[in-house]
């Protein structure tokens, strides 16, 4: 009977255990605080691609670096789960160099463009507590991007010019922004996210679409 008792006791330790801490993991109560600002700072990898056609010979497209910086709001309607709209300020580069066929022979593009937009994602963030003091996000959702400026540079050894960035490429993106960060003592942020735009942003002849890497630092007030 007593080995029957510490065995009833041993498990109802271990279950209540169990318990208390998925409940921790997964805090489903209220929030303390529905509204929390942050700042973010960090850099990026993007590009936009062009799409095969039967004319291209080569058709290449390196990732290149940036920087964003902005804000995000958390609206918490349970711990566990916020929607988060954010603004930020990004800049975008990329490499290319294209060779295709046209009337009279081989035409070659090499060059480089530079751009900066005003990019607002809307996410909803999953928010798991794997310890005391780090807290994991799984993001996702949509994202809307306003062209600012920038510059298309040919440098093509017969065709050397520098063109607006817009007047090729449509100013307005949508797109989808997943990833994931982590929250060190509720205030020191981490994060990783990849956007992956959703319309072609050729204005004529070709299809491509926009992408990116961003690796972000924050502080949550």
Same mark, same amino acid.
């Given at each position: 009977?007593n080995k029957?008792n +510490?065995?009833?006791l041993l /498990?109802s330790?271990?279950l209540? +255990?169990?318990?208390?801490?998925?409940?921790?993991?997964?805090d489903?109560?209220?929030?303390?605080?529905?509204f929390?600002?942050?700042a973010?700072?960090?850099f990026?990898l993007s590009?936009?691609?062009?799409?095969?056609t039967p004319?291209?010979?080569?058709?290449? +497209?390196?990732?290149g670096?940036g920087?964003?910086?902005?804000?995000?709001c958390?609206?918490?309607?349970r711990n566990?789960? /916020?929607?988060?709209?954010?603004?930020?300020?990004?800049?975008?580069?990329?490499?290319?160099?294209y060779?295709?066929?046209?009337l009279g022979?081989?035409?070659?593009?090499?060059?480089h463009?530079?751009?900066y937009?005003f990019?607002?994602?809307?996410l909803? /963030? @999953?928010r798991?507590?794997?310890?005391?003091n780090?807290?994991? /996000?799984i993001?996702f959702?949509?994202?809307?991007?306003f062209? @600012?400026?920038?510059s298309d540079?040919? @440098?093509?050894?017969?065709?050397?010019?520098?063109?607006?960035?817009?007047?090729?490429?449509? +100013?307005f993106?949508?797109?989808?922004?997943?990833?994931?960060?982590l929250?060190?003592f509720?205030?020191y942020?981490?994060?990783?996210?990849? @956007?992956a735009g959703?319309r072609?942003i050729w204005k004529?002849?070709?299809?491509?679409?926009n992408?990116a890497?961003?690796f972000?630092l924050?502080?949550?007030f």
């Open positions: 009977m029957i +510490s065995l009833t /498990s330790i271990l209540g +255990s169990l318990t208390a801490n998925a409940a921790d993991f997964l489903t109560s209220a929030p303390e605080n529905v929390n600002i942050g973010r700072v960090g990026n590009n936009n691609s062009i799409d095969n004319y291209f010979k080569m058709n290449l +497209s390196k990732w670096t920087f964003d910086a902005g804000v995000v958390d609206i918490n309607i566990f789960i /916020s929607i988060q709209p954010g603004f930020f300020y990004q800049s975008r580069s990329n490499d290319y160099a060779i295709y066929t046209a022979g081989d035409i070659e593009y090499y060059g463009t530079r751009h937009t990019n607002v994602p809307i909803a /963030s @999953l798991l507590n794997p310890t005391d780090i807290r994991w /996000s993001d959702g949509p994202y809307f991007e062209g @600012l400026d920038g540079k040919d @440098l093509s050894k017969d065709t050397k010019y520098k063109e607006d960035y817009y007047a090729s490429r449509k +100013s993106d949508i797109g989808l922004k997943m990833g994931t960060g929250e060190f509720d205030h942020y981490f994060g990783i996210h990849y @956007l959703c072609n004529e002849d070709f299809d491509g679409r992408k890497w961003t972000t924050g502080y949550n």
